[in-house]
T-cell receptor, first 110, second 115 residues
Framework: DAKTTQPPSMDCAEGRAANLPCNHS???????VYWYRQIHSQGPQYIIH???NNETNEMASLIITEDRKSSTLILPHATLRDTAVYYC???????????FGTGTRLKVLA | GAGVSQSPSNKVTEKGKDVELRCDPI?????LYWYRQSLGQGLEFLIY????????KSGLPSDRFSAERTGGSVSTLTIQRTQQEDSAVYLC?????????????FGDGTRLSIL
């Protein structure tokens, strides 16, 4: 069973920030939060991951709440090519079997 | 740099035939994974290779499924006597190691259709 809960769908205007929430209220102290996205007919694409601190890379920012029970993926300036299903995953140490839930289907609107 | 490469990208075959799916991981990645994604479904773990250790085959759905990883690099997933329920996208991923701080990087998969 997935350890995360995400809204099934979201819309975002092109050029605006897309904020995708994820609830992981049962996360353990040593578990990482990973974000992936899957564009139609492609494999899942790694976006970003973090443990406790907020993280930023060239694709996105990851904001993890202080209690680590939820996180938000931020795409700062969404483009049409960001339309995809976004998955939030919790990974335990030594666990390599990613469990993908149903994700959030993000549609970026022109 | 090159990502995970899978071939063929599409495979159509008749029920009862054997198929082989190939995965070339990212150079230097010691861990390799196979997943299956059925239409509209999430990813289903199949098998995991880490270096020279015995693979974790716990996700293979039946004994018709097998996988090898030769020389710690290229992997082949073989499905014998294919059935229609085997139709899915088969995804391969690799990572630098096994730790939870090592992201898995996926290929674009092989779309398998059993007629």
């Amino acid at each position: 069973d997935a350890k995360t809960t995400q809204p099934p769908s979201m819309d975002c205007a092109e050029g605006r920030a897309a904020n995708l929430p994820c609830n992981h209220s049962t996360i353990s102290g040593n578990e990482y939060v990973y974000w992936y996205r899957q564009i139609h007919s492609q494999g899942p694409q790694y976006i970003i991951h973090g443990l406790k601190n907020n993280e930023t890379n060239e694709m996105a920012s990851l904001i993890i709440t202080e209690d680590r029970k939820s996180s938000t993926l931020i795409l700062p300036h969404a483009t049409l090519r960001d339309t995809a299903v976004y998955y939030c995953i919790v990974a335990s140490p030594g666990t390599y079997k990613y469990i993908f839930g149903t994700g959030t289907r993000l549609k970026v609107l022109a | 740099g090159a990502g995970v490469s899978q071939s063929p990208s599409n495979k159509v075959t008749e029920k009862g035939k054997d198929v082989e799916l190939r995965c070339d991981p990212i150079s230097g990645h010691t861990a390799l994974y196979w997943y299956r994604q059925s239409l509209g479904q999430g990813l289903e773990f199949l098998i995991y290779f880490q270096g020279n250790s015995a693979p974790d085959k716990s996700g293979l759905p039946s004994d018709r499924f097998s996988a090898e990883r030769t020389g710690g690099s290229v992997s082949t997933l073989t499905i014998q006597r294919t059935q229609q329920e085997d139709s899915a996208v088969y995804l391969c991923a690799s990572s630098l190691g096994r730790g939870s701080n090592q992201p898995q990087h996926f290929g674009d998969g092989t779309r398998l259709s059993i007629l």
